[in-house]
T-cell receptor, first 111, second 117 residues
Framework: QQQVKQSPQSLIVQKGGISIINCAYE??????FPWYQQFPGKGPALLIA?????SEKKEGRFTISFNKSAKQFSLHIMDSQPGDSATYFC??????????FGKGTRLHILP | EAGVAQSPRYKIIEKRQSVAFWCNPI?????LYWYQQILGQGPKLLIQ????????DSQLPKDRFSAERLKGVDSTLKIQPAKLEDSAVYLC???????????????FGAGSRLTVL
């Protein structure tokens, strides 16, 4: 049972553009929603995370938007750069619980 | 701060052979995880340790996979006998959390890539 659905599977964005990746979850008990970034040959690394008591969290060029009623959240990358080219995973968990990952989005930023 | 160390980075074996992966977590991290990442998919939790006790092994194929964490530090994941579908990257991660201290912020190692022929 896939509890976190992520789209799109792959994404190509021009340098300077906005990259948007979407995720939906099923378990209403989830209350922690991280995004991980993975470069080829490396393990995933935490990028940014949000809890459902806020609707948006911004860290530099990266923003998470959260819609609790729709059970959806998204990652926006502003002013996308070639160095942002990587695979991005959304995830969800209960606080301190098992983290369930989405299938990932391969992002390619055109120079 | 040193990261999560894993070895070997790459392993190629024939089906029905055995293989073992080793992980050394970040010093002081009580929780250790083994994830399986099949090409094109997200990481799937195989087993989670809190110190040297198992917290969750519900998705570990116990007929062929085993894992241990001796003395609450290093961990070994073993597959015996391997199947073709075990070809994947095996990721080890560790975190400080457990016992009410907060969200699970995982630090991953670079992974061990297994190819089963």
């Amino acid at each position: 049972q896939q509890q976190v659905k992520q789209s799109p599977q792959s994404l190509i964005v021009q340098k300077g553009g906005i990259s948007i990746i979407n995720c939906a979850y099923e378990n209403t008990a989830f209350d922690y929603f991280p995004w991980y970034q993975q470069f080829p040959g490396k393990g995933p690394a935490l990028l940014i995370a949000i809890r459902p008591d806020v609707s948006e969290k911004k860290e530099g060029r990266f923003t998470i938007s959260f819609n609790k009623s729709a059970k959806q959240f998204s990652l926006h990358i502003m002013d996308s750069q070639p160095g942002d080219s990587a695979t991005y995973f959304c995830a969800a968990s209960k606080w301190e619980g098992k983290i369930i990952f989405g299938k990932g989005t391969r992002l390619h930023i055109l120079p | 701060e040193a990261g999560v160390a894993q070895s070997p980075r790459y392993k190629i074996i024939e089906k029905r052979q055995s293989v073992a992966f080793w992980c050394n977590p970040i010093s002081g991290h009580a929780t250790l995880y083994w994830y399986q990442q099949i090409l094109g998919q997200g990481p799937k939790l195989l087993i989670q340790f809190q110190n040297n006790g198992v917290v969750d092994d519900s998705q570990l194929p116990k007929d062929r996979f085993s894992a241990e964490r001796l003395k609450g530090v290093d961990s070994t994941l073993k597959i015996q006998p391997a199947k073709l579908e075990d070809s994947a990257v095996y990721l080890c991660a560790s975190s400080l959390t457990g016992g009410g201290s907060g969200a699970n912020v995982l630090t991953f190692g670079a992974g061990s890539r297994l190819t089963v022929l």
